[in-house]
């Protein structure tokens, strides 16, 4: 039986891993890939990205250390957490499974997707899912934001700050009525267009532009970038009916990263933290370890 599994190995995950074998515990990754969301980067034209400051190089020394280390890894998707005798056994994907006193989940969370032509074909070429890392080098450009929620508002506002123009695409009324939504309604360089889905997303090698339709009436937004900004998806379906979820499904846990069952920690998107960014993740996959190397030491 392993003292630590962690499950995922993303930004959270990996940190967690390198934080855990310093301490000496007896540490195993379950993982598809290793970096997780880090491993995808936004492409725009004219545009140094060396600029943004995103946490990735940590992440980079991080995988490669991980990476060297393949007896504490396993690439394969976890499938199931159960309870057993003094701890937890997860079961992979592959069939095989593996013991130990304590987890940590750092499972992440998936965007969604609009499921419309041409998304695929950009993918993080001009259209990604998270503005909050890119913001910083639109000044002067415009972009478009997709959503009515808050992760969207937030977006857009941040967005607004600097960029030429903001154009926030709001399938539903949704927190439009909210004290930042207001906000936005009074800035001159916001259009919001309540009521419009997103149809296509044009381009060359980048995305272009964004088709959008309000009943018969149809757009399209010449932009320099797409930021679709929906509610992420948390994938905590692996330990729903072990932990305690929020409303959007995502695993709560206190200031030690603590899940609402013993020996169970979480860390990353997963988790119901304030804000997705890979420092951020990179903070509580090393606060989860360190709190689980303290939990194991007290049975």
């Not at 930004?11 to 598809?32: D, N």
């Not at 394969?76 to 593996?98: L, N």
Request: charged residues 20%.
């Amino acid at each position: 039986m392993y003292d630590l599994i962690i499950v995922g190995g993303g930004p959270a995950g990996l940190t967690a891993t390198v934080y855990a074998i310093r301490k000496r515990l007896e540490t195993l990754l379950i993982t598809k890939d290793l970096g997780g969301k880090t491993n995808w980067h936004l492409e725009l034209p004219d545009v140094d990205l060396h600029h943004v400051i995103t946490g990735e190089e940590i992440i980079s020394r991080f995988r490669s250390q991980v990476d060297y280390l393949d007896f504490a890894r396993v690439m394969d998707g976890a499938q199931s957490v159960t309870p057993i005798e003094g701890g937890y056994e997860v079961t992979t994907k592959s069939g095989r499974s593996y013991q130990a006193r304590a987890l940590i989940i750092a499972t992440g969370a998936r965007a969604q997707r609009l499921g419309v032509p041409g998304e695929a074909n950009f993918l993080m070429r001009g259209l990604c899912y998270s503005a909050v890392s890119y913001a910083p080098l639109f000044v002067d450009r415009r972009a478009a934001v997709v959503g009515d929620g808050d992760l969207a508002l937030r977006s857009a506002s941040e967005l607004a700050q600097i960029a030429r123009h903001v154009y926030l695409v709001a399938p539903t009324h949704g927190q439009l009525d909210s004290r930042l939504g207001q906000k936005l309604r009074q800035q001159a360089n916001v259009t919001i267009l309540e009521g419009y889905t997103v149809q296509e997303v044009k381009g060359d090698r980048y995305a272009r532009s964004l088709v959008v339709r309000n009943g018969g009436a149809t757009h399209e937004l010449a932009v320099d970038a797409i930021f679709i900004e929906l509610d992420l998806i948390p994938n905590s379906e692996i330990v729903a009916g072990l932990v305690a979820l929020d409303e959007k499904g995502r695993i709560i846990v206190d200031s030690r990263n603590q899940t609402s069952r013993p020996g169970i920690f979480a860390a990353g998107d997963v988790t119901n933290i304030y804000a997705e960014q890979v420092l951020i993740a990179v903070g509580e996959g090393a606060k989860a370890a360190l709190s689980a190397y303290e939990y194991l030491l007290n049975l």
